[in-house]
């Protein structure tokens, strides 16, 4: 079983529209979570980290679910440019590694 | 302020070969990180350096891959003998420490094929 989990889509989705992916988690001991962007042949990029409290960055809203151990990411008035594969993120406390999904791919299609 | 710089971006090797990447982390970022990206498959973590300390080497695959960073400032991976399988995207972070330790900046990859 993979310790991160991620549909990897794609899902396709007009523009303007609300678009949410979830994501699993295997270790229960996981303790920081992330939403990376990456675009086609480019580097990751870091989109936002994940609070227990559920955080919000505009139109992106990231909450945690450690009983049910998932991470979601909800994006509302979908843009062209929010177009890449979001990957998910774990972290252990006891190293610094970052523990990737194999990312979800979204289209936006005007 | 520069980002994360990695030579090259390509790199075609046939199978026996030696490759060496090269990664320049963030000026002042103590924490360097090597992972690599399989086609197909999700990115993993390779190995941490804290300046030039090997902090972590646990996803390092075998004993044909050698990290190195002398003077704790840039990092070379060298691949020697270079497989089939050594095929991918290998990516360098570098990031600040103590409570920014996750916000990790990556750079552009290397990708490497070896035919």
């Known amino acids: 079983r993979k310790e991160v989990e991620q549909d990897p889509g794609p899902f396709n989705v007009p523009e303007g529209a609300t678009v949410a992916f979830n994501c699993t988690y295997s270790?229960?001991?996981?303790?920081?979570f992330f939403w990376y962007r990456q675009d086609c042949r480019k580097e990751p990029k870091l989109l936002m980290s994940?609070?227990?409290?559920?955080n919000e960055d505009g139109r992106f809203t990231a909450q945690l679910n450690r009983a049910s151990q998932y991470i979601s990411l909800l994006i509302r008035d979908s843009k062209l440019s929010d177009s890449a594969t979001y990957l998910c993120?774990?972290?252990?406390?006891?190293?610094?590694?970052?523990?990737w999904g194999a990312g979800t791919k979204l289209i936006i299609k005007p | 302020e520069a980002g994360v710089t990695q030579f090259p971006s390509h790199s075609v090797i046939e199978k026996g070969q030696t490759v060496t990447l090269r990664c320049d982390p963030i000026s002042g970022h103590d924490n360097l990180y090597w992972y690599r990206r399989v086609m197909g498959k999700e990115i993993k973590f390779l190995l941490h350096?804290?300046?030039?300390?090997?902090?972590?080497e646990s996803g390092m695959p075998n004993n044909r891959f050698l990290a190195e960073r002398t003077g704790g400032t840039y990092s070379t991976l060298k691949v020697q003998p270079a497989e089939l399988e050594d095929s991918g995207v290998y990516f360098c972070?570098?990031?600040?420490?103590?409570?920014?330790?996750?916000?990790?900046?990556f750079g552009p990859g290397t990708r490497l094929t070896v035919t």
């Open positions: 972070a570098s990031s600040q420490d103590d409570g920014l330790k996750y916000e990790q900046y």
């Open positions: 994940v609070y227990s409290s559920g």
């Open positions: 350096f804290v300046k030039e300390s090997k902090q972590d």
């Open positions: 270790n229960s001991a996981s303790q920081s």
């Open positions: 993120v774990a972290t252990m406390d006891s190293n610094y590694q970052l523990i």
